[in-house]
């Protein structure tokens, strides 16, 4: 049986832990990484939405194809359903994300009042942006956070994703039985509150290169990890004691 991660057992010595894991994986994966993406937040959201339980290459051959189909995200609203889930293909479950981006679309035209880019975000403090979002149907933590750091809005909202996520869970630095939705308030607040977009994203792309290059789902390679001494888990996985809540 896998060993369970031992939880910090206070927010000062999770708040260490999670900021010398930052450190270490910065170092060991290049840090500062660069932003990937330069869409309006309209797109970064519509195009959140595909990658949902998607492969990057999938997801960004149906976000190509639909914006070949459909150039204005208005078209994309009034469009048939067929044709938009025969444009978005490539991706998992194009029947399903099809009318939910359509209803998105829609609701997001009745907010604004009409055609809305959501550059009006900016102006919004983070949580209330998020708020704002998240009270779309279909729109969950990791959207949201991700239409406001990768879009052009650069603002310092962190996703988890399914590899950060395991990584976190694996530090001790959330629960095991903690999902990766409630995860983001919890993970958020071990950040440094003044951390700019630059700071948050290296974070989040650390941890996930970590969870993709080493510490995979199956078989971490916990001999070779660099946070080892952070790690209750790691630690325990190949026999040794416990790691100790950081100073
Ligand atoms: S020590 Fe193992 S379980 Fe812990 S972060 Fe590293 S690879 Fe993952």
Redesign the pocket.
């Known amino acids: 049986m896998e060993p369970t991660s031992a939880v910090c057992t206070d927010f000062a010595s999770c708040q260490a832990r999670a900021l010398r894991a930052h450190e270490l994986l910065c170092a060991e994966y290049g840090a500062p990484f660069r932003f990937f993406s330069i869409k309006d937040p309209l797109s970064e959201l519509i195009s959140a939405l595909l990658s949902h339980r998607t492969r990057n290459q999938e997801s960004h051959r149906a976000y190509q194809q639909l914006r070949t189909d459909f150039p204005t995200w208005e078209e994309v609203r009034d469009a048939p359903t067929a044709a938009v889930e025969q444009a978005i293909s490539a991706c998992t479950w194009p029947e399903q994300k099809a009318p939910r981006i359509q209803a998105v679309l829609r609701e997001i035209s009745t907010r604004c009042g009409g055609p809305c880019d959501l550059s009006f975000l900016a102006e919004k403090p983070i949580p209330e942006a998020r708020a704002w979002l998240e009270s779309i149907s279909g729109v969950g933590p990791k959207t949201s956070a991700a239409t406001l750091l990768f879009s052009s809005l650069r603002l310092p909202a962190m996703p988890v994703d399914s590899h950060h996520h395991?990584?976190a869970q694996?530090?001790g630095l959330i629960g095991p039985k903690v999902g990766e939705g409630p995860a983001h308030k919890l993970l958020a607040a071990l950040l440094p509150p003044e951390w700019d977009a630059q700071q948050v994203y290296d974070h989040h792309e650390a941890l996930m290169f970590?969870g993709q290059k080493?510490?995979?789902f199956h078989s971490?390679?916990?001999g070779r990890?660099?946070?080892?001494d952070?790690?209750p888990?790691?630690?325990a996985?190949?026999g040794k004691p416990a790691a100790q809540n950081p100073a």
Do not use: I, N, S
């Open positions: 395991r990584v694996r530090l970590h080493c510490c995979y971490p390679a916990c990890c660099v946070v080892l952070q790690c888990f790691g630690q996985r190949l």
